[in-house]
């Protein structure tokens, strides 16, 4: 009975993953694939040369990029700020603004969008500017503080207050005591923060669309727009260096949090 479990568990588990990762296959192998449809004609590194070539596409994937790590720079300072605030708040006050801080998370981004839409649109006739790089900036950064605030308060409810206070008693100024011991203490959950605002933001889509005005592209409208004629094989090359960055980056965080974890283990048996 239980070798049927295993193998019913292992079924399953496998049904899910090639769920989850089949069409991401089929984009890696057709990002190598020498003809210009789903149909094999070859080996070829072609369209990722051609990706390199294609100056609208580099525009807009460097329009993202910048957008997604500045976006995530600010709001990784701006919602850790804001969930040390709220954690200092006690009782019902805490769970009230916290409470607060996660409506953009569970709202609709067309809300989000089309509200930021008419904030800048209002904004823009009373101080003569138009929506671009700027407004879409603004818009990447609201919504991503909340995941950050989401990531940071975990780490600052486990940390042990003594330890600050030990600090401060030790000799340290307040802002010293709050970069060794605090900063040092939540550390993962603002590098998880940024993280989730920098895949958030090099993703959105409907946001961007109500905010980005008439002459500013990043790469999800660009290829919104490419829908209309038809979608080129160099954003199969374009989505496979991207899914590999993520990847190569994801494991590089597992790795540094599998040497703390160890190190801190170590630590520990060594005091023992």
């Avoid at 004609?41 to 957008?67: Q, R, V």
């Avoid at 950064?141 to 030790?170: E, G, H, K």
Wanted: charged letters at 15%; hydrophobic letters at 50%; aromatic letters at 12%.
């Amino acid at each position: 009975m239980k070798k049927k479990r295993g193998i019913s568990s292992k079924l399953y588990i496998a049904l899910i993953m090639i769920f989850m990762y089949a069409p991401i296959v089929v984009m890696i192998i057709a990002s190598f694939n020498k003809g210009n449809t789903i149909a094999w004609k070859g080996f070829s590194l072609k369209w990722y040369g051609e990706l390199f070539k294609d100056k609208a596409l580099m525009g807009a994937l460097l329009n993202t990029l910048s957008i997604a790590v500045l976006a995530s720079f600010f709001s990784t300072i701006l919602g850790t700020a804001a969930a040390i605030g709220i954690n200092n708040f006690k009782g019902k006050s805490r769970a009230i603004i916290q409470n607060v801080s996660n409506f953009p998370i569970i709202s609709p981004d067309i809300v989000m969008g089309v509200s930021l839409m008419l904030l800048f649109t209002f904004l823009g006739n009373i101080f003569r500017f138009q929506m671009g790089y700027g407004t879409v900036l603004i818009s990447h950064i609201c919504f991503c503080v909340p995941f950050v605030v989401l990531n940071v308060i975990p780490r600052l409810r486990r940390m042990d207050q003594s330890v600050y206070d030990a600090a401060l008693d030790l000799g340290c100024n307040e802002w010293q005591a709050f970069y060794k011991v605090v900063i040092h203490e939540i550390i993962p959950g603002i590098v998880s923060g940024f993280l989730m605002s920098f895949t958030y933001s090099l993703d959105d889509f409907i946001i961007t669309h109500f905010t980005q005005g008439a002459k500013f592209q990043n790469l999800s409208t660009e290829i919104y727009a490419m829908l209309r004629r038809k979608i080129p094989p160099t954003i199969n090359a374009l989505s496979t260096l991207l899914f590999a960055a993520v990847i190569i980056i994801m494991l590089l965080i597992n790795l540094r949090d599998r040497r703390e974890e160890k190190m801190k283990a170590d630590t520990y048996t060594n005091t023992k």
